[in-house]
């Protein structure tokens, strides 16, 4: 089950698993009544603002985006991924901080309200304490240099602009260090979501492993890229000469024409 609309004319998907998980982590926080409407509220728009944030910046370089939200948050996902590859690291360095900017303008306007509404009720403190833990602490949390993770992402860019393909490769596994003490840290001190995610993120990211060992072993990357295209080659010629099905096969007399390469 899922929910389509667009902002900004872009797609944005909403599925079941997202509210569950948000509802069931403000439930583990002691939010009752209000205030987890509030906090799925609240939630939703934070991340959909962060996506928008990557999803514009992708837009500014000629890549329209949908936005899709999963169990942990959100993705701006570009509709050509071929060229979303291609882009410079300089580029992706931008996209990758965009998110994270937008969240922590919005929780510097939450921190701003906080003072004024001091007097007021606790619902209202309370949404004003919800909006900016879900903007400042959420984009604070997602420049944690983790691969997946904004900031892990902007790091890699950064470390490749500066040093080339070896500072990516230093970047990545900087950031699988910083996953695994981060890990210990939060499962030691009771903080089993903030381990979880480096862990997810952090050490268990197929692609970080692949990219590490192309940054390291360039001749075996060279070797696996070539591979692949010979797959890819072979495939391609194996459908074109495969036998047409139905009335497309040459029939009677015909068939005797018909010669496969």
């Given amino acids: 089950m899922t929910v389509t609309f667009r902002v900004l004319g872009f797609p944005i998907t909403i599925g079941f698993a997202f509210p569950v998980v948000m509802l069931v982590l403000g439930y583990l926080t002691r939010l009752t009544g209000i205030e987890l409407v509030v906090w799925l509220a609240f939630g939703t728009f934070a991340i959909t603002a962060h996506e928008l944030g990557h999803a514009l910046v992708f837009r500014r370089y000629g890549l329209e985006s949908s936005i899709r939200f999963w169990a942990m948050g959100g993705l701006a996902i570009p509709n050509d991924q071929e060229a ?16 994270p900017s937008v969240g922590l303008v919005l929780g510097a306007i939450g921190l701003a309200l906080e003072g004024t509404v001091a007097g007021q009720g606790h619902e209202v403190r309370s949404a004003v ?30 470390m490749r602009l500066a040093f080339g393909v070896r500072g990516g490769a230093i970047a990545i596994a900087f950031s699988m260090i910083f996953s695994a003490v981060v890990a210990v840290f939060a499962f030691t001190h009771g903080l089993a979501f903030v381990g979880l995610i480096a862990i997810v993120f952090g050490l268990a990211n197929p692609f970080q492993y692949r990219a590490l060992a192309e940054a390291l072993f360039p001749e075996w990357a060279e070797r696996q890229a070539r591979r692949a295209a010979e797959q890819e080659e072979l495939a391609a010629r194996k459908v074109e000469y495969e036998d047409p099905p139905g009335p497309a096969w040459p029939q009677g007399d015909d068939q005797e024409r018909w010669q496969r390469p």
């Avoid at 903007?135 to 860019?157: C, E, Y």
Wanted: negative net charge.
């Fill in 129 to 158: 304490a919800i909006w900016t833990f879900v903007n400042l602490g959420w984009g604070l949390f997602n420049l944690l240099p983790i691969t997946g993770l904004d900031g892990g992402s902007a790091v890699t860019h950064a």
């Fill in 84 to 99: 979303a590859a291609a882009l410079p690291d300089r580029e992706w360095l931008l996209v990758s901080l965009a998110g």
